[in-house]
């Protein structure tokens, strides 16, 4: 999420959903893998152990599953009135915040961004529809309620809609490049990151601001505070070799960063509790879902 859009909701900022409240070092060149079917999905699930975690009675089966980050490009071959569809089964409360977009693309890349979401849950868990809710923290960030070591993250910039999945806090962003004005860097970045910037030529300063500022976003969502985490408050520095240094003061260490180049147009970034980061992005085909996923 960009820095034009702080006036949006917290639950906008955390699901990466325009005016919406709901909802890694290196590796500029992590593959792509195409996945139309999920069809390594449960594949990739490793030990299952009995959890403690159940619903309407029925005893869930914990999965210790590798990190994953999806991506999914909006096309123009979803039709209005498949979204219609997806929307009229979506809660009563969201399709009321759906009715409010201005934007028809706004709108758009909400539901599909639900319509993501719900089927990576069914995938990774084998949850029905009916049985996925979720819950916010104080901060606003969501989580699927009665799964407590299911986390997920979720963004949208232009044409693209990504998520990351674990079982440990993550975080991620995702921003198209266009033209800024740096006085934004001066305003949100630390003297140190500001310096940074501004010490690159011209050709390669607006590709370090958004690489910098998708990193930035990625720590404060995978930490999960929110708003209450200032981007001014800690600082991040990328080193000649693409290195990413994190310098905080209350919690030092213990987070890791990925980039990942799914569009030459575009920057994103994964923060992760750990380092056991994907080398691939899962890129999904929205017509392998449409109407599977409640």
Not at 23 to 42: E, M, N, Q, S, Y
Not at 144 to 167: A, K, M, Q, R, Y
Not at 180 to 185: G, K, L, S, T, W
Request: proline share 4%.
């Amino acid at each position: 999420m960009f820095a034009g859009n702080y006036v949006n909701t917290i639950f906008y900022y955390w699901c990466g959903w325009p005016a919406d409240p709901e909802l890694l070092l290196g590796g500029i060149g992590a593959p792509l893998v195409r996945d139309r079917r999920f069809a390594d999905a449960k594949a990739a699930l490793g030990k299952e152990t009995k959890s403690p975690y159940t619903r309407s009675g029925l005893e869930y089966t914990e999965m210790r599953w590798e990190m994953r980050v999806y991506a999914a490009k909006l096309t123009a071959g979803v039709s209005d009135f498949d979204l219609d569809r997806i929307a009229s089964r979506l809660t009563p409360e969201r399709q009321e915040r759906i009715r409010k977009f201005v934007s028809k693309e706004d709108a758009r890349r909400s539901v599909l961004a639900e319509l993501m979401l719900r089927q990576i849950i069914l995938e990774s868990l084998g949850l029905s529809g009916k049985e996925i809710s979720f819950g916010a923290n104080s901060y606003g960030k969501p989580f699927l309620v009665g799964i407590g070591d299911f986390h997920f993250n979720l963004s949208h910039s232009g044409e693209w809609v990504v998520c990351v999945t674990d079982n440990a806090p993550v975080g991620i962003d995702i921003e198209m490049i266009r033209p800024v004005e740096y006085n934004i860097a001066r305003k949100f970045f630390l003297p140190a990151e500001y310096g940074d910037l501004m010490a690159k030529n011209e050709a390669e300063r607006l590709h370090y601001f958004f690489s910098l500022w998708t990193l930035k976003e990625s720590y404060i969502k995978a930490r999960g505070e929110g708003f209450a985490r200032p981007l001014d408050s800690f600082s991040i520095r990328i080193d000649e070799g693409g290195n990413v240094r994190l310098e905080t003061e209350d919690m030092p260490g213990g987070w890791f960063f990925k980039r990942y180049g799914i569009d030459y147009r575009y920057k994103m970034a994964v923060c992760a509790a750990h380092g056991g980061l994907p080398e691939a992005v899962i890129v999904q085909d929205w017509h392998d879902y449409l109407g599977t996923a409640f």
